[in-house]
T-cell receptor, first 111, second 117 residues
Framework: QQQVKQSPQSLIVQKGGISIINCAYE??????FPWYQQFPGKGPALLIA?????SEKKEGRFTISFNKSAKQFSLHIMDSQPGDSATYFC??????????FGPGTRLSVLP | GAVVSQHPSWVICKSGTSVKIECRSL??????MFWYRQFPKQSLMLMAT?????????EQGVEKDKFLINHASLTLSTLTVTSAHPEDSSFYIC?????????????FGPGTRLTVL
């Protein structure tokens, strides 16, 4: 199965709150899991990525949690800011193969 | 990270005309580039994989005669939408893979908004 499921479809968070977006995959051959942030009218930009040999990766306010046995990974945005309002896509791939993208989550952070 | 550019950023054309979109890797040589299409509020849909010096590989359902892809150099891939029609209006995004990276990373361009009248 090449599908990557992503939830929620949309998310509204108050400024300073924690935004959590979840993804799940089926293909156990996937070995690279990036998250992309996309603003309207712009291309996706890499936010953070993880390999399955670690369970968590943190970069500033952004953290990926990875559960290999459950085939799930999630993005946590701490101290969410209005400037974080964007669409977030998770993706999965294994080397040499194409990316499989989730359907996206529209995040709105209220001031 | 590596930089990928696209030109033009937006284009409006009449139905029946052809439009060429350029994708360039600015600070690395990309043996593989990808072309995506994105409709409003939807995810990225892979159209084709472009390999330098060889024919592109198209995804199922993508008309190769309508969406012509040329990857003539290690830093440039072009997508030509031939005989464009209003249903071809969309946001087209390219990405490039840096073979120098151990990870399977793709770097995305800023996208091209195509509107066919």
């Amino acid at each position: 199965q090449q599908q990557v499921k992503q939830s929620p479809q949309s998310l509204i968070v108050q400024k300073g709150g924690i935004s959590i977006i979840n993804c799940a995959y089926e293909n156990t051959a996937f070995d690279y899991f990036p998250w992309y942030q996309q603003f309207p009218g712009k291309g996706p930009a890499l936010l953070i990525a993880i390999r399955p040999d670690v369970s968590e990766k943190k970069e500033g306010r952004f953290t990926i949690s990875f559960n290999k046995s459950a085939k799930q990974f999630s993005l946590h945005i701490m101290d969410s800011q209005p400037g974080d309002s964007a669409t977030y896509f998770c993706a999965a791939t294994n080397y040499g193969q194409n990316f499989v993208f989730g359907p996206g989550t529209r995040l709105s952070v209220l001031p | 990270g590596a930089v990928v550019s696209q030109h033009p950023s937006w284009v409006i054309c009449k139905s029946g005309t052809s439009v060429k979109i350029e994708c360039r890797s600015l600070d690395f040589q990309a043996t593989t580039m990808f072309w995506y299409r994105q409709f409003p509020k939807q995810s990225l849909m892979l159209m084709a994989t472009s390999n330098e010096g060889s024919k592109a590989t198209y995804e199922q359902g993508v008309e190769k005669d309508k969406f012509l892809i040329n990857h003539a150099s290690l830093t440039l891939s072009t997508l030509t939408v031939t005989s464009a029609h209003p249903e071809d209006s969309s946001f087209y995004i390219c990405s490039a893979r840096d073979p120098g990276l151990a990870w399977n990373e793709q770097f995305f361009g800023p996208g091209t908004r195509l509107t066919v009248l």
